[in-house]
């Protein structure tokens, strides 16, 4: 299956990250910071502007971005956890 998002959405991938305490424990650490990276697999078309003019999205596939914590609605492509998210929740491109 292959996802195709449509007008301004971007389909990405999470990178995991863990944390461990001194004493061991794995702590998730998406769980504390507001922003997570993630890899641009697929992106839609863009977004229609009230007069009908088409604004290409400003990400491409491949690129690395940071994305704010929550956004977005994960879905699962197999094995492959992914997200679509709205071009707006990404914050930067991480270069």
Do not use: Y
């Amino acid at each position: 299956m292959t996802l195709k998002p449509l007008g301004d959405r971007v389909v990405v991938t999470f990178e995991e990250v863990e944390e461990t305490t001194a004493g061991g424990f794995v702590l998730a650490g998406a769980s504390r910071e507001a922003s997570k990276k993630a890899q641009v697999v697929s992106v839609g078309e863009g977004i229609r502007t009230l007069t009908g003019d088409l604004v290409a999205p400003s990400v491409k596939a491949g690129d690395t971005v940071l994305v704010e914590n929550g956004a977005g609605l994960e879905v699962k492509d197999g094995d492959q956890k992914l997200a679509i998210i709205r071009e707006s929740d990404i914050l930067a491109i991480v270069e």
